[in-house]
């Protein structure tokens, strides 16, 4: 009877200490401030028709908590599912898809864990919201991820023929495909990969200058998956975005220097210390160019900086 009563105390202190330990994993820990970055600005000449519109397509009930380490869990966030929609003369580019028209359908596909934490609301598919701006589809010439999970590609059959760019890094990962990616239920899309030709760019060690004219530049970012990237866009007047999806999911992972609680990166980044890497090459960015205009895929904030599609 003793023994009995003793097991069931230091049981019980295991799990208070586990769980004590585990909430400490969401406590506020920013990271140690890096040196601003000190190299040049590159340059660009955007075409004057360039243009950048943001596309959500609907929301991820959050708590704050679940999206950077000191977020409250009380504290309710609506994470944008959402793309951006880039307009330039040789060729517009959808900057991932968001929700497409078959969300729910795609959903029960999800882990039973992920899909019951997870409270979603589609708005309105990507490719519906060009079609009702009276936007010519035949103008997208390529949808370009900036990796390849669930909520980044479930729009992608809604724009049949569209070839999907990814890097040969991501392409692989879509090939083994994991349980939180849909691509394995689209069989007839057509990736192109591409590489990265161009030197260092902004502090990251290598660019893709998609046109030629550095008004969209993408770098890699591994990490959050293996093929991950940032998407650097500047528009002539001097105004530069930086697409980063999922690098963090609220903006207080780069202002307050705070990653994903410790449970979270555990299952949403294939490579944790990767995505920290390019975390702080981005938060030392920032620091040199405070006006540069972060976009994570799922931080409302970010894409209020950004012009909607007009209304036809
Ligand atoms: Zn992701
Ligand atoms: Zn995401």
Not at 28 to 55: D, M, R
Not at 147 to 174: K, R
Not at 224 to 249: E, K, M, N, Q, W
Not at 273 to 301: F, Q
């Amino acid at each position: 009877m003793k023994n009995k009563r003793t097991y069931i105390a230091i049981s019980a202190v295991a799990v208070l200490v586990t769980l004590v330990l585990l909430l400490r994993t969401f406590s506020a820990s920013p990271l140690p401030t890096p040196k601003p970055y000190a190299g040049t600005l590159p340059s660009a000449t955007p075409p004057k028709e360039i243009a950048v519109f943001s596309v959500i397509t609907g929301v991820n009930h959050r708590v704050a908590a679940f999206g950077y380490r000191g977020g409250s869990l009380f504290e309710r966030r609506d994470f944008s599912m959402a793309g951006a929609l880039l307009k330039h003369p040789k060729g517009d580019l959808l900057i991932d898809t968001g929700f497409g028209r078959n969300i729910h359908q795609q959903f029960h596909t999800l882990p039973a864990i992920f899909r019951a934490i997870t409270f979603y609301r589609l708005w309105r598919p990507a490719a519906d919201q060009l079609k009702a701006a009276g936007y010519d589809p035949k103008s997208l010439h390529a949808i370009l991820l900036t990796h390849s999970h669930w909520d980044h590609v479930s729009g992608l059959p809604d724009f049949p023929g569209v070839p999907v760019w990814v890097t040969a890094q991501e392409h692989e990962f879509i090939k083994k495909s994991g349980d939180m990616d849909f691509c394995k239920l689209f069989p007839d899309i057509l990736y192109e990969e591409y590489g990265f030709e161009g030197g260092p760019y902004l502090g990251f060690p290598a660019s893709h200058d998609v046109y030629g004219d550095g008004s969209i530049v993408v770098v890699p970012a591994p990490g959050h998956t293996p093929g991950s990237v940032i998407v650097f866009v500047t528009l002539p007047s001097g105004t530069r975005y930086a697409f980063v999806g999922d690098l963090v999911y609220q903006l207080e992972g780069i202002t307050l220097r705070e990653e994903r609680p410790w449970l979270v990166r555990r299952k949403a980044d294939t490579d944790a210390e990767g995505n920290r890497e390019n975390l702080l090459r981005i938060i030392a960015l920032k620091e040199r160019l405070p006006e540069l205009i972060i976009v994570p895929a799922h931080d409302m904030r970010g894409f209020a900086q950004i012009p909607q599609l007009p209304s036809r």
